[in-house]
């Protein structure tokens, strides 16, 4: 049998009632395998086309780390009970799995516990802790043969197991809450601007604002009149921005990868405040913004400047659109996607359907404050997860800190 190391692991953080008790023990997965506390398995192959073929309601989990790694449904299901299942390449997470009927895939591996040992809900947040300190890839898996002697948990006693768990549950159903809300307020504005927009095919949208209910139709004008080509040198002192295809223009410091600023101001182009700059290369993927300030931009990229009566965050909007990115997709030069470039000489002859300025104005300024809320509610998920993270680690000991 593999040697059983026990140590007294204490973590920064314990519950009053816990204070005085001894440090949690300590056990490798596959010490814990040999006395019978877990068992560890791997999931079975399920297509796409064998959900298809088999439709049904119980769940697929596979190995993504988003929506938790649902898959989809199946007609089939292999277990009927709590278990923990992760990513075998290390790409997703430990995921606690509630008592249901599901499946998991051959790219992960599932956990059971015996309950009376091993709590479900401790297990899997521990394992989420040790998880994130560990980079898996391509060579290295993590296979239930590899991660049987990579991980070590610590075993307090189930009174302990079962408060932590608690804690990390009562944090997990404020985060799900959090999270509907922020999903409600997006479908809230995707459905929004559907509404706010003409459909394909008409040149009214389906909801007006009461002041604008008889302004009659929009009107088609081609984008060289609302937006001019500006080609001005880059000004010294002004903050360097980067278009992205998510959030728009930002700051280049703030990006997490690595870019090589031109450090002379004329290497780059000047944009203002309003005027939008887009990726010629990514416009038809949806690559540009409006910017917030006078600022300077890659010289790739083109910078267009609004004509009179012209609401730029109307058009940040517009250019959204699925129909208008198949649009702009169409009017780049290139012979693959990866080489399509859509140059001002081609923007310039698109046509836009379009309202009044004041009605570009009140759609503009209706979803903006959206985006507001979205953003803020965006800060406050962002906000507990940290928490629940930082808590993790305070609840948890890390392997550096155990005590001889």
Known sequence: MTAVKKRGWVPKLR?????????????SLEALEEFGWLELGRGNVISAQDMNECLGPYPVYSSSIKNSGHMGSYGRFMFDEELISWSIDGGG???????HKFSVTNVSGYMRLKADRLMYRFTAGQLQHLHRALTFDYQLKAHPSVIRKLYRLGVPTTAEQQKIADCLSSIDELITLEAQKLDT?????????QQLFPAEGETLPKLRFPKFRDAGEWEEKKAGTLFANRIEEG????????????????????????????????????????????NMMRMWQGAFGVSAEDCMVSPAYVVLAPEDKVCSDFFGYLFKLPKYLLLLTSHSQGLTLDRLRLYYK??????????????????????????????????KLTALKTHKKGLMQQLFPALEEVKE
């Open 15 to 27: 519950f009053p009632e816990f204070r005085e008790a001894e440090g949690w023990e300590e056990h």
């Open 235 to 278: 000004e010294d002192g002004l903050p360097i921005y980067s278009v992205t295809m998510n959030d728009g223009m930002v700051k280049r410091s703030s990006l997490d990868r690595k870019v090589d600023d031109i450090a002379e101001s004329s290497g780059n182009k000047k944009a203002y405040k309003d005027d939008i700059a887009y």
């Open 93 to 99: 997470d430990f995921f606690y799995r509630p008592k």
């Open 346 to 379: 081609d923007f310039a002859q698109i046509s836009l359907l379009i309202p009044t300025f004041l009605e570009q104005q009140k759609i503009a300024d209706c979803l903006t404050t959206l985006d507001d809320l979205i953003a803020a509610q965006t800060q």
């Open 185 to 193: 307020l997006k479908a809230h504005k995707q459905g929004l601007m």
